[in-house]
């Protein structure tokens, strides 16, 4: 079965041979997340949690970037990057949105900060090679507020998850696989193609026995893997912290001005 939603927007639903592809599409930003992204992309996993002709659902990016994160231009401006009427699902309708069906995310190109964070919260990810991975956000005077700094630690070592959120550098694809981030390395131009092959494998299996055991594994490392309320709650407390300092203002506004931050320290 083949269907295109007719309607071309910041982000792309299709379906083929039981797989749902969700690009998000916002070319010209490198798909940073601004509030329509957010409420697109959240609609999008519940519609395909809902099609009972869907078994695997495949993210991915449209253009040259899977995802810039944030669009920090939005929030130098005051405005909101979330649903505002799906709040429980968070940056990009996805890092809380919980569905049965697995994940997958296509990183087909640039993937730091908040497109990290989506790796982190998909169940298996495929890598370009030319690509990476990595928290940036210390850098603009931010945080990896959406679950970035609850998963990383519980995804790689220790000390690997404290070299990746305190120093912000970015994390090649072959150092990914290699810290188990990612499930494959595609050759450059191919991450889609690959995740497809692997969506084709899982959606050829019974879809109660995957969804089932999806949950399970879920169910079992909730508090181990940035699912839990308690986490998010102190992550929460963070953002206060954080966003309501000078250093948060600063850093977008630098961003935005094309500048070096200038750190206050409040």
């Known amino acids: 079965m083949n269907t295109t939603d007719a309607h071309e927007s910041v982000v792309r639903y299709d379906v083929r041979d039981h797989v749902a592809i969700v690009t998000l599409n916002r070319p010209d930003a490198l798909n940073a997340v601004n509030s329509a ?7 999008a996993l519940e519609r395909a949690a809902d099609d009972k002709d ?4 495949v993210l991915t990016g449209a253009g040259r970037a899977f995802c810039a994160g944030a669009d920090l231009k939005e929030i130098a401006s005051g405005r909101r990057i979330d649903d505002p009427d799906h709040r429980e699902w968070d ?9 049965p069906k697995p994940i997958i995310a296509a990183v087909n190109g640039f993937a730091l900060g908040g497109g990290t964070e ?23 005077g931010l945080i990896a507020a959406a679950g970035g700094l609850l998963r990383i630690h519980r995804q790689v070592p220790q000390k690997i998850a404290a070299e990746i959120a305190l120093t912000g550098r970015p994390v090649s694809a072959p150092r ?30 019974a879809p109660v026995a995957v969804e089932e055991s999806k949950r399970v594994m879920h169910e079992t490392s909730k508090s181990q893997r ?41």
Request: proline share 4%; net charge negative.
């Open 176 to 205: 990914a696989y290699e810290l188990g981030l990612v499930n494959a390395v595609a050759p450059a131009g191919t991450a889609l193609d690959v995740a497809l092959v692997l969506a084709a494998v899982i959606a050829a299996n």
């Open 54 to 57: 869907v078994r695997v659902v």
């Open 226 to 266: 940035g699912w839990d309320d308690d986490s998010w709650a102190v992550n929460r407390a963070a953002i206060r912290k954080v966003f309501a300092s000078e250093d948060a203002k600063e850093g977008p506004r630098a961003f935005a001005e094309k500048r070096a931050p200038k750190w206050s320290g409040t």
């Open 118 to 140: 989506i790796v982190l919260a998909a169940d298996l990810a495929v890598i370009d090679e030319e690509a990476s991975v990595g928290l940036p956000e210390v850098r603009r």
């Open 37 to 43: 992204l957010s409420i697109a992309a959240g609609a």
């Open 91 to 99: 940056f990009a309708g996805i890092v809380r949105h919980w569905i």
